[in-house]
T-cell receptor
Framework: GENVEQHPSTLSVQEGDSAVIKCTYS??????FPWYKQELGKGPQLIID?????GEKKDQRIAVTLNKTAKHFSLHITETQPEDSAVYFC????????????FGTGTSLTVIP | DGGITQSPKYLFRKEGQNVTLSCEQN?????MYWYRQDPGQGLRLIYY???????QKGDIAEGYSVSREKKESFPLTVTSAQKNPTAFYLC?????????????FGSGTRLTVV
């Protein structure tokens, strides 16, 4: 199965600063790269995703960048706000052959007001 | 609004007791999944089902059982054989794996052994 690692495991930033979380994976055939946000006591929610034919995607304050050669993709959050505080998971996948996502171990982001 | 409903939100189990966690979706999604999450951990797959009346074991299926009699429903039974069942359980569904869509998750059930 896919070997997925996330870094850092915890991240604290001042409100208004940027946050970057990196996800590395092992399966070179992976072609779908989502990021999920999990608030305390809730289920994860898909916040942004990218497919292998695109290098970057933006949605307001969040963006995902993909480096297929190096087998990693990153979540970028700009102008962070306290409501961005949550645990973020990556879950890269080969949608052509895989039957499940392999989730990273998560990054706990704290935005300090 | 379409979504996934998990119930109950909190569940307490006595030693040696089987309990069933409910998961219902009205998204018309074909595939459904059960994940377990322990404190500070990622998500680990218990079981998944891609079509009605068919399901496969995930990485940690021992001590759990599922059924998929209807497209909308995918209940998970935690049996007495699961020695450490205290965890947060998440149900998810997906519309079309081949097209590369992400999961839709329920709000979870927190199971505690008392």
């Amino acid at each position: 199965g896919e070997n997925v690692e996330q870094h850092p495991s915890t991240l604290s930033v001042q409100e208004g600063d940027s946050a970057v979380i990196k996800c590395t994976y092992s399966d070179s055939a992976s072609n779908y790269f989502p990021w999920y946000k999990q608030e305390l006591g809730k289920g994860p929610q898909l916040i942004i995703d990218i497919r292998s034919n695109v290098g970057e995607k933006k949605d307001q304050r969040i963006a995902v960048t993909l480096n297929k050669t190096a087998k990693h993709f990153s979540l970028h959050i700009t102008e962070t706000q306290p409501e961005d505080s949550a645990v973020y998971f990556c879950a890269p996948e080969n949608s052509n052959t895989g039957n499940q996502f392999y989730f990273g171990t998560g990054t706990s982001l704290t935005v300090i007001p | 609004d379409g979504g996934i409903t998990q119930s109950p939100k909190y569940l307490f189990r006595k030693e040696g007791q089987n309990v069933t966690l409910s998961c219902e979706q009205n998204l018309n999604h074909d595939a459904m999944y059960w994940y377990r999450q322990d404190p500070g951990q990622g998500l680990r797959l218990i079981y998944y089902s891609q079509i009605v009346n068919d399901f496969q074991k995930g990485d940690i299926a021992e001590g759990y059982s599922v059924s998929r009699e209807k497209k909308e429903s995918f209940p998970l039974t935690v049996t007495s054989a699961q020695k450490n069942p205290t965890a947060f359980y998440l149900c998810a569904s997906i519309r079309n794996r081949a097209a590369g869509y992400g999961y839709t998750f329920g709000s979870g059930t927190r199971l505690t052994v008392v």
